[in-house]
Structure formats: C-alpha cells, structure tokens
C-alpha cells in the first residue's frame, strides 16, 4: 500500500476510533449530570411552587403549578381526602385541565398510566412523583401530589446518537485534509527522494517473510541499500585501480630509471667520443693550417695562391664546424666551464668586430661598434664566452648582410648597485630580415633561414648563443626583425665593476671601425 493510502487510512480509523472513545465517556458524564440535575431539579420545581413556608392559598398552589412546564399533573388534596382540585396537563380540552372530581386525583399508582400516555411520546422523559405537604388559610393542612417529567438517560444517549454521523464525517473530513497536507509535506518529497535515490539495474526486491509493505519508505530503504553496495563495489574497484596505477607507476619508473640510466650512459659515450674525435680531428686540422699558413708565405703564382686560399678557408670552416659541434655538446650536457677575470668592455666589442672586419669589408659592409657613455671600462666576467656570443651574433649578420651595415652597441641596461651592473649588448644589421613566423625556430639548433644553404653552416651559432647567454646569467636573446628591414638581436647580462675600473663617462661614444 502507498504511503498517502496509509496515511488517509490511519488517520480516519485514529479519528473513528476517538470518536468512539470520546462518544460514550461525554454522554456517560451527561447521564450522571443529568441525573443529579433531575434530583436537584424536582426539589427546585416543589420549592417554587410553594414558594416559601407561608400559607398559600389553593387557587396561588395553582397557578403555581400551571407556571412550571415540566409538571405533568398535580392534585391538592384536604388530610380528610377531600380533593380540593386536580391538574392534568395531557387533558385533550385546555379548559377541563383542571377538575375537581375526586374521582381524577393523581395517585402514585397512576404514574404508569402517564408513562404510557405521556404528552411528547417522543421526549421519553422521566417521571417522577413527589408528595409535599403545605398550608391552606386558616392553618388547615393539605397535600400537594406532583408529577415532574425530567429528561431520560434515553434523550441522552439518542441525542448522542444523532450527533455521532455528522462528528465522524466532520472529524473525517479533518482527517483528509491532515493527511492531504501530510501527503504533500512528506509524502512527496519522500516519493522524489526516492525516484532520485533510484539506481538504475537496481532489481526490486521481493517483500521480506515478516509482510513489509512496500511504499515510499521501503523503496527509500532500499535505494539506499543499493547505494551503499554499489559504493562499496566502487570503492572495492577503486582500491583494485589504485593497486594497478601503483603497479603500473612502479613500472613506468623503473623503465625510466632504465631509459636514464641508458642515456647517461649514452650521454657519457658521446662526451668521450667527441672528447677524442676533437683531439684526433683537431691535431691533423692545425697541422693543415699551419702547413697552408707556411705555404702561403712561399713564393706561388696566382693559381697556386687561389688553391692555397681556398684550402686555408676550407680548413677554417672545418675548425669552426668542429668547435661549434663542440660548444653545443658542452652546453647541452652543462660541462660548459666558465672563467671569471676582469677585462675592458671596449676592447672586447672591437676583438669581437675586428674577427669579421675583412669579411664585411670584402662585401663593402661597414661595421662599427658603440660603446655609451656611463658603462663601466672594466667588469668581471668570462670574455672569452662573451666575445664567442657576439662573434656568433655578428657572423651571421655578415654572413646574411649583402649591403648597407652592422653596428655593435654596448649600453648600461640597469645598475643593482655601485659594484654591480647590467650591460646591454645589441648587434643590428641591414639584412633581408626574418620573417615573424621564423623568430622562434632560429634559435633551434642545426636550423638554417631559406638562404642558410647558400651561405653555408652548421645552423648551431644562435642555439649556442642561446646557451651562452644563459650560463652567463641572462634570460635570452631577442630578436626585433621583419622582412626587408634588416634584423636586431640584443640580450643583457649581469657584471661585477672591478673596483679600480674608472667609469667611462666622456660624452663622446665610442666608435670604432675596426
């Protein structure tokens, strides 16, 4: 049975049920009320009549007894038996209600007869006879019999009876209404409850052996069994997931602790092998350049020099290849060391320009170098990694640079304090420039622009550039470029002041055409 059927029908059999509790204990008090006010009320009806112990007289005892509507009859009668008038309220004739025939006297035998013939049939009151004895004129003694009808026990209980339907049907309709606004204050919520508690593939279970009955509640009840067994099997699973990504966790592990150990030991066996190749490669290299050195002191015509040229340049190029193979090995596997000593800012600007002055001016590129004002003459620092950094910067604005020039500038990007400083190293060229799309991959190694081809190289300079710069203590290099309008690379790095470097602050800036 549904939970609101269960509550309509609880609620009516609780209200039939005081009903029919209440009923009978209410008119049971009314029975003894009524009793008591019959006893009271028949001592009540003689007293008012008689009215006091003075002597009445018998057409007053009369009236008296006409004035009180539940006498039924009443004769007054002289100690010799003279009936001095008897009163019959159930006479037919309202004018023979009253007689003075002895022969009609009312007797205690006669309450029989009024209780067959009473006035109201429907009434079923309660007859009660009574004899009290008064005092006529001249202190005669007489006796007045009454006959006093009172309500019944009957009229009660029917009374009650007639009331009962339409207290139930008003206590039932009470009831309906409770359980209407039971039903939809608990019933509902608790039928969504349900339905939202529902688990899917979830089997009705059967009604257990005591007869529960299924509603809302059981459904609750057993939604919530099926929720607590479907979260235990998931957390049985999650328990068994866990377990196996810890498994597979320390298996990935120990894989990658393999795959590292391997490519340190790869890593290490590259490092030996380029160690050993440097020096047997770069051994019979310096050989060849100084044996095409010596030969270009001799005495050769202009065949012989355009082959020795050639074999110098080659020999050059493959001295430069193999040192920047090398740098770029170093740096990747952070074996790079760095050397900190004091040296002069200019003359490290104009070493760098002086390397690429022949080049750039084989190619009728002027190439200058600015040093501000306000930079210190002389900071502690590795020279030989920042004049390697902007040997590579300038190579390649040579290298690229058909027409026009090439400017170093040096300026003081920020002072963090008297004894230290920040320069700010610029190479700038009139190149065909790059497009935005290529910025971030120049700096990738073994990567070339369109043109690398043409003029040669190994695609490493700017990726170890890069690295430079950062074991230096710079973040990195920018690139300002686009297409047609040349490119500028520039990037800060950190200095000591060497405390008896003076300050260069002549206005004049340093330029120099190496």
């Known amino acids: 049975m549904a939970l609101a059927s269960q509550f309509r029908f609880v609620l009516i059999a609780v209200v039939t049920l005081t009903m029919l509790l209440v009923q009978p204990a209410v008119a049971s008090y009314e029975i003894v009320a009524n009793y008591r006010e019959s006893r009271d009320h028949v001592a009540q009806v003689s007293t008012s009549i008689l009215q006091s112990d003075a002597t009445l007289s018998s057409s007053a005892i009369l009236a008296g007894v006409q004035a009180h509507p539940s006498v039924i009859a009443a004769t007054l009668r002289l100690p010799a038996g003279d009936v001095l008038w008897t009163f019959d309220r159930n006479a037919p004739d309202r004018a023979a209600a009253v007689s003075y025939d002895s022969t009609r006297a009312l007797t205690e035998s006669q309450v029989a007869w009024y209780d067959d013939h009473r006035l109201d049939p429907d009434l079923h009151q309660k007859l009660t006879y009574i004899a009290t004895s008064t ?138 092998f380029l160690a050993n190749m440097s020096h047997e490669i770069r051994t019979p290299m310096n050989g060849v350049l100084g044996m095409t050195e010596l030969l270009a002191d001799t005495t050769l015509d202009k065949r ?49 320009a002086q390397l690429f002055a022949g080049r750039a001016e084989t190619r009728k590129i002027e190439l200058s170098c600015q040093v501000e004002p306000g930079v210190p003459a002389v900071v502690i620092g ?47 060229d009139t190149g065909p420039g790059i497009a935005p799309s290529h910025h971030a991959t120049v700096f990738e190694a073994f990567t070339q622009l369109e043109n690398g081809s043409r003029v040669g190289g190994t695609g490493l300079g700017l990726s170890i550039a890069t690295g430079l710069v950062r074991l230096l203590g710079g973040e990195r290099i920018d690139l300002h470029s686009q297409v047609g309008h040349g490119s500028v690379l520039s990037f800060a790095l950190p200095f000591a002041i060497a405390e008896s470097a003076p300050w260069r602050t002549t206005p004049n800036s340093a330029d120099c055409a190496p």
């Not at 193979?325 to 900190?340: N, P, Q, R, T």
Request: glycine share 4%; aromatic share 4%; proline share 3%.
């Open 382 to 428: 590795d020279a030989l990694r920042l004049r390697q950094v902007l040997g590579n910067l300038l190579s390649n604005a040579v290298k690229y640079t058909e027409h026009g020039e090439i400017q170093v500038r040096v300026g003081v990007d920020d002072l963090a304090q008297a004894s230290q400083c920040r320069l700010h190293f610029r190479v700038s």
């Open 304 to 352: 012989q020099r355009r082959f020795v040229d050639s074999m110098r340049e080659a020999a050059g190029t493959m001295m430069q290849i193999i040192n920047d193979i090398l740098d770029d090995s170093k740096i990747e596997a952070g074996k790079m060391d760095l050397v900190c000593e004091p040296f002069e800012v200019r003359d490290l600007v104009e070493q760098a």
């Open 135 to 272: 005092s006529q004129a001249a202190n005669y003694p007489a006796e007045l019999s009454l006959l006093v009808a009172t309500p019944s026990t009957w009229r009660v209980a029917q009374r009650h009876l007639l009331l009962a339907p339409f207290i139930l049907a008003f206590g039932w309709a009470l009831a309906l209404f409770a359980a209407r606004r039971l039903i939809r204050q608990v019933v509902e919520p608790l039928s969504q409850l349900a339905q939202t508690t529902h688990v899917e593939g979830m089997q009705e279970r059967a009604p257990p052996a005591s007869g529960r009955r299924s509603n809302e509640l059981t459904r609750l009840a057993d939604n919530f069994s099926a929720l607590t067994d479907r979260l235990a099997g998931n957390e049985r699973d999650m328990r068994n997931v866990r377990l196996a990504a810890r498994q597979e966790i320390l298996e990935r592990t120990r894989d990658l602790e393999l795959r590292l150990h391997k490519a340190e030991t790869m890593m290490r066996s590259k490092d030996e």
